[in-house]
Every structure is written in structure tokens, then in C-alpha cells.
């Protein structure tokens, strides 16, 4: 390599860190600044705009959130629409059920109506056939009767023709034959009686026959009534059939009814069922951003974390520089024993202002009886600063400050001989040289 080479190489290398430290600077200047004064500086801390962007992601996971309940509402509140609804339907399909169940009832009524009438029938059916068989049997009396009748007329006919045929003889005989007049009459009126015993026995069998005729009538009136209490029967049963016929209509009609009151319930129940599947992915969606939103947190305040950037302090009493009493052992000025001072004493008038030696957070603002009124501030770092014997505090715990703000007024408040600042500097939890973070 030639001289020449290794210069341009060195140049290079020189403008690349300079430009290097430049950006450095533009970019990071706070932490710049004191980058070469503070070896035990954390760089966990984030920058501005790191810590911007988390501040600005948390918003926007805030906004999701947001976003995410107010989905979650709205879906919660369309299923309370639909429960609502479900709830209706529930009520109007009870209603129809509840009178399907009057219609059943008074189905059963039909039908027992129906049956009584089919029995009545049923037992009509069998009298009639009955008074039939009746009729059939007195059909045959009366045919006998007659036919009795007819063979008795037939031979009485004879038996009369015989005797008017034979009369003559026979009255001769009974006058030649006869033994008196006595006899002979006898004789005569036995003939006549016999005339008188025909005729007798031709009423008796005409009667019979009328009483057969007779019977036979009553059978065949009785059998028209029972025909007629038939179709009385019959107009009943087709009555009832009607009856039974349109109560099985309307009872199709009310259960065909509560089926589309079930497919309707169904199906908002399978639309509750969709709710409550995206009610659970927005919850599902809110604990996820619930989650980040920790995670964005706890990233902010690593980020956020006060790093002390070093380099010198702020004079706390400006314009009084005079050391009163120095850090380190000394006599105790009101006790009168060696001990060690862990701050530094300005000399300083009352009133004089305080001023924050550095940024950082108010941590205590308050009173005690050795301190008077202090204040106490956290740099980050570990580094806290202690203001004491203030005449008053001008700050309050958890308040931001800058290096330079006044934080109160120079005074002479606890153990304290005269106006000054007693000014302390704590690191990792001790009290160290404050002169070490002055010059
Ligand atoms: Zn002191």
C-alpha cells in the first residue's frame, strides 16, 4: 500500500466517524451531550421518538379496544334483539300449543261422540236384523195359518157338499132309521151342530190367520222404527264425522303452525348461536389487545425509564457560591460531634431561589425536623439530588422538572444555624461528594 493510498484510507476513515458523531449528534443530541461524561450510562432507555411511537401505539391499541367493545355492545345488543324475538315466538307458539291442546280435548269428545253413535248403530243394526228374522218367522206363521186355513176350508167344502148331497138320504134314513121323534131330532140337530162345529173351526183358523197378519205388522212397524232411528243414527255419525274431519283440519292446520314457530325459533336460535361465536372473538380480540396494550406499556416505561444523561449540575443557589460548609467529616456545628456532612452548605439569603440541579422527577416535597423543608429529586440512575432547609418548596412529589427550574426559596428551616442550601447528591442509595456532578 502507498503512502498516498493509506492517507485517502485515513481521510476516509476520519470523514465516516465524523459523519458518524454527526448524525449521532443530530439524531440523539441529549444523550450526545454527556455520552463521555457518564461511563455507567443505561442505554435500555428508549429515545423520543421510540417512546412517541409506543405513547402513540397504545392510543391506537386504546382505539381498537375501543373499537372492539363497542362491536362487542352492538353484537351483544342485536342478540338481545334476537333473544327478545325468540322470547315472542316462545310465547305466541305456547299460545297455539296450549290450544291445540283444547282442540285435542275436545277431539277426544268428538271422537267419543262418534263412537257412542258407531255403537248405537252397531246396536240398531243387530235389532233389525232381528225384527228381520222376526218378520221372516211370522211370514211363515201366517203362510201355515193360512195354509191351515185353506186345507180346513178345503175340507169342510167337501164334507158340506158330501152331506148336501147326501142330505136327502140322510134325512130319510134319520126318518125311516130313527127309533123316535126324540132321536130323530137329536140326529137333525147333530147335523146342524156339525154345520155349527165347521163353521166355528173356520173362524178360529180365519182368526189365527188375522193374529199372524197382525203379528207380522207389529214386527214390520217395529222394524221401521228402528230403520228410521237409523237414519237418525246415520245423520248423527256423518254429523260427528264432519265435526271429526274439520277438528283434524284445524288440528293440522295449529301443529303445521307450531313447526314453523320451531323452524323459526331454530333458526334465531342458530343466528344467537352466530352472536355469541363473534361476541367471544371480540372478546378473544379484546384480551389481545388488552395484552399488547400491557406489552406497549411495559415497553413504554422501560422506554421511558429516566436515564441520567450526566454532565455537570445547575448551581442549586445561583450567584452564591460561597461554601459554608464543605462535604466530609467535620464537628457537627449544633451538635459538637465529628461526623460526616454528606452535602455541601451555600451560603445564601433567605428568599434566594433554589434551582433543580439537573431534569428529573420530584420525589419528596416536604418537612422534617432535621431537614427542614427539603425536596428531593430522581435524575434516573440512581442519582438523587436533596435540597434542604428551604424557606419554601415551589414543587410537589411527582411533579417533571428541568435543570434550572426554581424548586423553592433559600432558608434556614430544621437544624439549622443560618440562611443556606444544604445540598446533597445520593447514588445507588448513598450520599456521595456532590463536587464529583459540580465542576
Ligand atoms: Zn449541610
Redesign the pocket.
Known sequence: MTKGKRLIKKTCVIVLCISLCMAQFILFPSVNAYADEDTEEKDSSGTSSEIDDLKKQIEESKAAKEKANVTKSQLASGMADVQQVIGSLQTEKDNVVTYVATLDAAMEQIQDDLDAVNQSISENEIQIKEAEESIVVAEEAVEEAEQVRLEEYENIKKQVKFMYLAAKTTFLDILVTSSSMTDLLNRAHNISEIMDYDKEKLAKYAKAVEQADEAKAALEENKALLEEKQEELEEKQEEAQNKKDDMSLLISAKEAEIGEYNAAIGSKEEQVREYQQMIAQQDAEIAAIEAAIKQQQAALAEASRRVYGGGQFVWPAPGYTRIS?DYGMRTHPTLGVKMM?????MAAPSGSPILAAADGTVIAASYSGSMGNYIMIDHGSDIITVY??ASSLNVSAGQEVSAGDRIGSVGSTGR?TGP?L?F?VRKNGSYVNPWSYLK
Open positions: 460548609d456532612h454528606n452535602g455541601v452548605d434542604m432547609h439549622s443556606h444544604h446533597g
